[in-house]
């Protein structure tokens, strides 16, 4: 048996209690201050997410053009027609799904591939990091302007360089051809966000504890040894950070689009997000609209929680 002397009862009597029951909301309930706290939060919520999310599903619901005061309750009938009979709208989600998947590939892999390079602190390093993180804060519509002179089939950049190192029947229009458009435009997105990620995992990287390394070192560990048992499991949280935002990053994709290409040619180029604006604002179908950005939001929920599942159940 213990005795507990007095000190020690009246350390304990002075030790708070951080329990969730300090937390509760019959706490906050005695306390109607508290509320105060919690109400610039939820205005900010209801006005900015919960108003327009209640607007648009009411608004995917009926035929309204933008302009005029009246409209005609159509239920699920924008719906029907946007998966049954909507071939651009079909179009549009195969072009998302490859744009990125592109991006996310290759965005992922060049970002951990320089994190790798560039994680310890020096002074070229420091260099390097912000060298790569430019694109990432010039605008998305500077970006797009640039590459459209590189691109062009005429004075453009990449068909001089293929011209110059002899590869002239590689030079085509990049983002003229149908065929090949898409995957133009993914390029310039992973090559301007890049940087961002590379961030990301330089510092999931030099949070590793380097003891784990010294030790397998010791022990004879190679440097992919070293790569896929200490440092690969150990940015699990930076890599499904990385993934996740590429992914909904890339979904959301707009002003480069609409810069570059506006969706074109032929569709080829058109995303969910830029077909939403076309059908709104160039077709003043803002009901139908509505209804595509109810859909695209439900795309990018499901394919958001199907990462986090894959990326937990194969315990990165």
């Known amino acids: 048996m213990s ?5 020690s009862i009246q350390e304990e009597k002075r030790t708070p209690s951080f329990s969730l029951s300090l937390f509760s ?3 906050i309930s005695k ?6 706290f919690l109400l610039p939060g939820f205005i900010i919520y209801t006005v900015f997410f919960a108003l327009p999310t209640l607007s648009a599903l009411f608004l995917s619901t009926t035929d309204w053009n933008g302009l005029s005061s009246q409209f005609l309750f159509v239920g699920f009938q924008n719906f029907k027609e946007i998966l049954t009979n909507d071939a651009i709208f079909t179009q549009s989600l195969t072009n998302n799904l490859k744009f990125t998947i592109g991006v996310l590939i290759f965005q992922t892999l060049l970002s951990l591939g320089f994190a790798l390079l560039l994680y310890r602190n020096s002074a070229w390093n420091t260099f390097y990091r912000s060298l790569f993180f430019v694109p ?8 797009a302007f640039t590459w459209n002179f590189m691109y062009d089939p005429n004075i453009g950049g990449v068909n001089l360089f293929l011209n110059k190192i002899g590869l002239k029947h590689w030079t085509q229009s990049w983002i003229g051809n149908g065929h090949i458009a898409i995957y133009s435009l993914a390029f310039v997105q992973f090559w301007a966000h890049t940087g961002q990620m590379l961030i990301i995992f330089v510092a999931g ?4 504890p380097p003891e784990l390394y010294e ?9 992919w040894q070293k790569f896929k048992r200490i440092t690969w499991p150990l940015l699990a949280p930076a890599t499904t950070m990385v993934v996740a935002y590429t992914t909904i990053q890339s979904f959301k994709a707009f002003d480069l689009i609409i810069a570059m290409t506006n969706g074109g040619p032929s569709n ?13 604002f160039i077709n003043f179908r803002f009901g139908y609209a509505s209804a595509i950005s109810v859909v695209f939001m439900i795309v990018i929920a499901l394919l958001t929680f199907l990462q986090f599942r894959v990326l937990r159940l194969t315990k990165m």
């Open 205 to 208: 990287i030099q949070a590793i």
């Open 31 to 36: 306390s109607k201050h508290l509320w105060l």
């Open 3 to 7: 005795i507990k002397t007095n000190t």
């Open 136 to 143: 990432t804060i010039i605008s998305s519509v500077s970006i």
């Open 268 to 280: 080829s180029t058109e995303i969910l997000s830029t077909l939403l604006y076309h059908e709104a």
């Open 25 to 27: 909301f019959k706490n």
């Open 215 to 223: 030790a397998a070192s010791i022990d004879g560990a190679t440097r």
